[in-house]
């Protein structure tokens, strides 16, 4: 589920920004009471079916029928939502619509591939913060309807200490001394480890959780042994759909994937009202 609060605020600023002073192909037209629905054009895991009424409930409200669910694996011409209402509402609002939920279908099925293809339930998927600006509850909400989990939401939730910080701090145990210092009881750290070196430095400074940044499934396999069990381990850098497979039974906890939303292609989903004909 999206927050709701949020959901409006940032539905009203994309609506402004497609609407402007109204919508110049409704304006000729005759407005009454229509019905549709949208249909999805390609197999895949459906998300963001909650913008349809958040998107018309800010327009001045709509019937909406959801007839499958977020999460929901569908075929090629499921329909997904039936709605009625206003032309004006329906039509003025259809864009923002299939951008949000072709989107967010995107990664709801690609993270849904992740999984299947890691075949591992002993890891979890992550997300990443490589998200569009703006964009980034939409798309982590949908990390969770294909199965996968969030990592940070932002840079409050968490230390993680990549090359950067570790350059300024001096070295992987001051950076962790340091972040320790300065955390709350809830807060954990995590340190990014690129050498045998930096991983043992890492172990004696006690991280709370490691990242095996850049490393083959070999090599994480023999650093998962040196890892005391009260540390979390995180495989990062270089993983995709196209070797995911790899690292099955690699030992990690988590395998953080940037893919999952900085690559993303679209859900093909319609929307057509009564009466319209489409190939």
């Not at 009881?185 to 070196?197: A, N, W």
Request: with cysteine.
């Amino acid at each position: 589920m999206l927050n709701d609060f949020l959901l409006k605020q940032k539905l009203t600023a994309f609506l402004k920004e497609d609407l402007e002073f109204g919508d110049a192909s409704l304006a000729p037209l005759p407005d009454h009471v229509i019905e549709g629905m949208f249909i999805a054009k390609a197999d895949g895991i459906v998300c963001g079916l909650q913008v349809i009424s958040a998107v018309y409930d800010l327009l001045g409200g709509a019937e909406v029928e959801l007839l499958v669910s977020d999460g929901e694996k569908v075929a090629k011409k499921t329909e997904l939502a039936r709605v009625k209402g206003s032309a004006a509402v329906l039509l003025s609002g259809e864009r923002v619509i299939l951008n949000l939920l072709q989107h967010m279908s995107g990664i709801a099925t690609k993270t849904a591939q992740a999984v299947e293809l890691l075949a591992d339930p002993t890891i979890k998927i992550v997300d990443t913060r490589k998200t569009m600006p703006g964009l980034r509850m939409f798309e982590k909400a949908a990390v969770r309807a294909g199965g996968g989990f969030n990592h940070r939401m932002g840079l409050t939730h968490g230390i993680m200490l990549k090359d950067n910080h570790l350059a300024l701090a001096g070295s992987v145990g001051k950076a962790i001394d340091l972040a320790k210092q300065n955390v709350g009881p809830m807060t954990r750290v995590e340190v990014e480890v690129e050498t045998l070196s930096e991983l043992q430095e890492a172990i004696k400074h006690h991280a709370d959780v490691i990242m095996f940044d850049n490393q083959k499934p070999a090599t994480i396999k023999q650093w998962q042994k040196l890892v005391p069990a009260g540390i979390l381990t995180e495989a990062s850098g270089g993983i995709d759909l196209a070797n995911i497979a790899q690292y099955q039974g690699c030992g990690v906890d988590f395998i953080s994937l940037g893919t999952l939303t900085n690559a993303v292609e679209p859900l093909d989903i319609s929307f057509l009202v009564n009466g319209a004909i489409k190939s």
